[in-house]
């Protein structure tokens, strides 16, 4: 069986009655982990009417692999409450952007004997934890470290990125593609 270890435990952004654009926000998210070489698998889209407006609930699960024997996962997951589409005018422009509560969880997973080929047989589990404990043990701290720092990257990113639109609700933020440098 694959041993998931949690890196970085589940971080929450939370903006109430805040404006957004949730098609850019969504588009930015996705933008910057596949930038990070991530696979994204939407697993879960949940739209509903509600009398308080719509609410959304959308669940990422972003894969990266390693090597053979490990990946990295993060699980992103946003919460949207209370939403309703407004106007917004700015510079003599009209918008269409989203009202209400917007949450994001975020979390890290570094999972190692992806292909589960290490827990069939009893001598083979003794040979993954030996494996683990002493040949692999600088490997496994050098990817937890790294996927540590992309974990806390993504959330600081997403964060700022919502956080702009507290200036001004109408700012598209550069995304990696737009400098040549990243691609």
């Known amino acids: 069986m694959a041993t998931r270890m949690p890196i970085l435990p589940q971080q929450r952004i939370q903006l109430k009655n805040a404006i957004y654009d949730l098609q850019e926000v ?19 889209y ?3 009417i509600t009398p308080g407006g719509k609410v959304i609930k959308i669940f990422w ?9 490990s990946k990295f996962i ?3 997951r946003f919460e949207m409450f209370g939403m309703t589409d407004i ?5 003599g422009e009209r918008a269409k952007m989203q009202k209400g509560e917007i949450n994001a969880f975020i979390s890290a ?13 009893p001598y083979l589990k003794f040979m993954k934890s030996f494996f683990e404990k002493y040949l692999y ?5 050098v990817m937890q470290g790294q996927l540590w720092k992309e974990g806390w ?13 507290k200036i001004s609700p109408r700012v598209r933020a550069a995304r990696p593609g737009d400098y040549p440098a990243f691609r």
């Open 26 to 44: 969504y588009q930015h998210a996705h933008d910057w982990l596949a930038w990070l070489k991530y696979d994204i698998w939407e697993n879960e």
């Open 46 to 48: 949940q739209e509903t």
């Open 61 to 69: 699960n972003c894969e990266r692999e390693i090597d053979d024997y």
């Open 74 to 76: 993060i699980e992103v």
């Open 87 to 91: 106007e917004v005018q700015q510079a």
């Open 109 to 121: 997973f570094l999972e190692t004997d992806r292909q589960n080929k290490w827990s069939e047989k």
């Open 137 to 141: 043990k600088g490997q496994i701290e």
């Open 153 to 165: 990257d993504f959330y600081n990113e997403l964060k700022a990125f919502l956080n702009l639109y």
